[in-house]
C-alpha cells in the first residue's frame, strides 16, 4: 500500500458526502485521510462534521473576494498549506474557475446528483422529475472547466417511482451518494484509476 493520500474537501451546505468520506478513510476502506475541508458558507453543518472528526474546517467567504478567480486564488492557496493531494467538491455550490483546475490537474473530483449527461446544473433531482425519467441516479466525475462536463469515474442508478416528490428522489439518490463517492476516491488514493479523453478506467 502506497502512502495515504491528502485530501481536501469543499463543501457548502450538510456534509453528508463529506462524512461519507472521512467514514471511509476512518475504517480504513481508503487509503487516505481529510487533510482540510473548507465552505464557502459559514453555517455549513459539514464545518461542524469535520469539526468532531479533528479535522481543520475553514470558513472561506467568497463574499470577500473581487471575484470567481481571486477566491479560487485563496482556495489554492488553503489546500496547498495543508499539502493537499485531491480535491473533492461535495455539495459545493461555486462554480469553479482553471486557477482551481489548473493548480491540480485530473484532481479535482464532484459528485452530481445526475446520470450525466442527463441534467446537468442545479436542481438535477427536479429536472428529472419534471422530463418525466424512470430512472435517476448520481455520477461521481473529475471536473473540467465546463458545468458537470469532465470525465466520468462512476454511477449508479435508482428508479424514479410513481408519487415520488424531489425530497424522496433525492434521499434514494444520496443512498448511492454516500456508496460511490468514498469508492471513487479509494480508487483514485490507490492510483487505479486512467483517464484517457473523456474515458476512465480502472486498472486490475
Ligand atoms: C448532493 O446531492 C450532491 O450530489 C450535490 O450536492 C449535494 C450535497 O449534499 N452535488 P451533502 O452536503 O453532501 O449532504
Request: with cysteine; glycine share 8%; proline share 4%.
Amino acid at each position: 500500500m502506497g502512502k495515504e493520500l491528502k485530501i481536501g474537501v469543499l463543501i457548502s451546505g450538510s456534509g453528508s458526502n463529506l462524512q461519507s468520506i472521512m467514514d471511509a478513510c476512518a475504517a480504513g476502506a481508503i487509503n487516505g485521510r481529510v487533510v482540510c475541508v473548507i465552505s464557502n458558507k459559514a453555517d455549513a453543518f459539514g464545518l461542524e462534521r469535520a469539526r468532531k472528526a479533528g479535522i481543520p474546517a475553514l470558513h472561506l467567504d467568497h463574499r470577500a473576494y473581487s471575484g470567481r478567480e481571486a477566491y479560487d486564488e485563496a482556495l489554492v492557496a488553503t489546500l496547498r498549506e495543508f499539502e493537499v493531494e485531491l480535491v473533492v467538491l461535495a455539495g459545493f455550490m461555486r462554480i469553479i474557475t482553471s486557477v482551481l483546475l489548473d493548480a491540480f490537474p485530473m484532481r479535482v473530483m464532484n459528485i452530481h446528483p445526475a446520470l450525466l449527461p442527463a441534467f446537468p446544473g442545479l436542481h438535477a433531482q427536479r429536472q428529472a422529475l419534471e422530463y418525466g425519467a424512470k430512472v435517476a441516479g448520481c455520477t461521481v466525475h473529475f471536473v473540467d472547466c465546463g458545468t458537470d462536463t469532465g470525465p466520468i469515474i462512476m454511477q449508479a442508478a435508482v428508479p424514479v417511482l410513481q408519487g415520488d416528490t424531489e425530497e424522496s428522489l433525492c434521499a434514494r439518490i444520496q443512498k448511492e451518494e454516500h456508496r460511490i463517492y468514498p469508492e471513487a476516491v479509494r480508487l483514485f488514493s490507490e492510483g487505479l484509476l486512467q483517464v484517457d479523453g473523456r474515458v476512465v478506467t480502472v486498472s486490475a
